[in-house]
T-cell receptor
Framework: GAVVSQHPSRVICKSGTSVKIECRSLDFQATTMFWYRQFPKQSLMLMATSNEGSKATYEQGVEKDKFLINHASLTLSTLTVTSAHPEDSSFYIC???????????FGPGTRLTVL | GESVGLHLPTLSVQEGDNSIINCAYSNSASDYFIWYKQESGKGPQFIIDIRSNMDKRQGQRVTVLLNKTVKHLSLQIAATQPGDSAVYFCAELLTDSWGKFQFGAGTQVVVTP
């Protein structure tokens, strides 16, 4: 149980384009989903917290107009990187928190490379 | 907790030996902690958790110890195997935060034959 999927697992895009990453909780409902960014050899950096049906809460320094988050249902959240630049290249990971539980379960991550 | 963004400390362990990974957390009010394992190119995987009303919790080959006095958490892996090679992160649940966790910097465990 508590499986989280992400799609795509890898994406390469040209600078200036937008990329959408999906995060799904497969066997539970997630009232809250989180989006992280991870650079090589570093820890996870929380970008935003997403609650179903409401606007995402972004961490300090994360541009909400660049990283659009939509949490339309209890099993799906999407992160759209708009007008991508090479410095946006990173490993993006989502996690989902089941209702009434504290644990977060992570997706497998999406490797974004912006050329 | 440990600062995010610094270089990753490495623990080299011989196969069969026990591993001990340490973590300092920041908030004395934190009452829930998780250890995660992250293999290269993958998302973090839940290993074991512990609540602040406990000092010790055991799982399969893993033990988490919590010392609230000094705000210290450790993960012990018994009889370390090559498949244990990964980065290990501790995470503390932040209070009043919609379930946000603060992650430690992580420790790279390398198991040598």
């Amino acid at each position: 149980g508590a499986v989280v999927s992400q799609h795509p697992s890898r994406v390469i895009c040209k600078s200036g384009t937008s990329v959408k990453i999906e995060c799904r909780s497969l066997d539970f409902q997630a009232t809250t989903m989180f989006w992280y960014r991870q650079f090589p050899k570093q820890s996870l950096m929380l970008m935003a917290t997403s609650n179903e049906g409401s606007k995402a809460t972004y961490e300090q320094g994360v541009e909400k107009d660049k990283f659009l988050i939509n949490h339309a249902s209890l099993t799906l959240s999407t992160l759209t990187v708009t007008s991508a630049h090479p410095e946006d290249s990173s490993f993006y990971i989502c996690s989902a928190r089941p209702h009434t539980r504290n644990e977060q379960f992570f997706g497998p991550g999406t490797r974004l490379t912006v050329l | 907790g440990e600062s995010v963004g610094l270089h990753l400390p490495t623990l080299s362990v011989q196969e069969g030996d026990n591993s001990i990974i340490n973590c300092a957390y920041s908030n004395s009010a934190s009452d829930y902690f998780i250890w995660y394992k992250q293999e290269s190119g993958k998302g973090p995987q839940f290993i074991i958790d512990i609540r602040s009303n406990m000092d010790k919790r055991q799982g399969q080959r893993v033990t988490v110890l919590l010392n609230k006095t000094v705000k210290h958490l450790s993960l012990q892996i018994a009889a370390t195997q090559p498949g244990d090679s990964a980065v290990y992160f501790c995470a503390e649940l932040l209070t009043d935060s919609w379930g946000k966790f603060q992650f430690g910097a992580g420790t790279q465990v390398v198991v040598t034959p």
